[in-house]
């Protein structure tokens, strides 16, 4: 009966035990940070070339028109002899127009910005494409020459400035030095005055005194 009694109490036991395990709190995970990722905005396509045209002018220049996918187009033309070698005239997806030419002289690529010899650069003849590039050039190199001068004079009047101020600076210190001077002189006079008379007045107060 002792032995059962025992018996039970540890079959007791040991069912307490278990509850209490069960009752544990359960260990608590941290969730991992997750990565934002951003998204990189891809780019447009590049335009591809959908047409591409040959024709020949009467003067002998060959002209090659190229059009692409995205409503541009590319124009140039060929010169075989002239003043010029090529030019070339671009019309973008936004329909500016723009055209350029290289001289055959020095190889140099000028803008036409003459709005006119823009529109018929693939008809007019090389001459008067090269007169048109050659006002845009001589209307920068006037501005620029002008920007230049205007620098130039801009600098010399602050030159002229500041000798003008340093001068006048200078004769005003001049001046003020030569006012200073003045003054001690006049001061020291007066002083050196003062005490002859005060020496002159103690000396005839001394004969008094003394008969």
């Excluded at 009467?58 to 059009?67: A, L, P, R, Y």
């Amino acid at each position: 009966m002792k032995k059962l009694s025992i018996a039970a109490f540890c079959l007791l036991a040991a069912l307490i035990t278990a509850c209490s395990e069960d009752r544990t709190a359960p260990a608590t995970t941290t969730p991992s940070p997750v990565a934002t990722v951003v998204a990189t905005p891809t780019p447009p396509p590049a335009p591809t070339v959908v047409k591409t045209e040959s024709k020949t002018r009467s003067d002998g220049s060959e002209v090659v028109t190229t059009q692409y996918s995205d409503n541009s187009k590319r124009e140039v033309r060929t010169f075989k002899k002239g003043p010029l070698v090529s030019v070339e005239r671009r019309t973008s997806a936004d329909g500016t127009v723009t055209a350029r030419v290289v001289r055959r002289s020095d190889n140099s690529e000028t803008e036409v910005t003459d709005k006119g010899f823009v529109d018929k650069s693939m008809d007019a003849t090389g001459e008067a494409l090269s007169t048109a590039a050659s006002k845009t050039k001589d209307v920068g190199e006037k501005v620029g020459e002008t920007t230049k001068e205007g620098a130039k004079a801009a600098g010399s009047t602050v030159k002229e400035g500041a000798e003008k101020a340093g001068s006048e600076a200078t004769k005003g210190a001049k001046a003020a030095g030569s006012a200073v001077k003045e003054g001690a002189e006049k001061t020291g006079s007066a002083a050196e005055k003062g005490a002859k008379e005060a020496g002159e007045g103690t000396k005839k107060a001394v004969k008094k005194v003394i008969p």
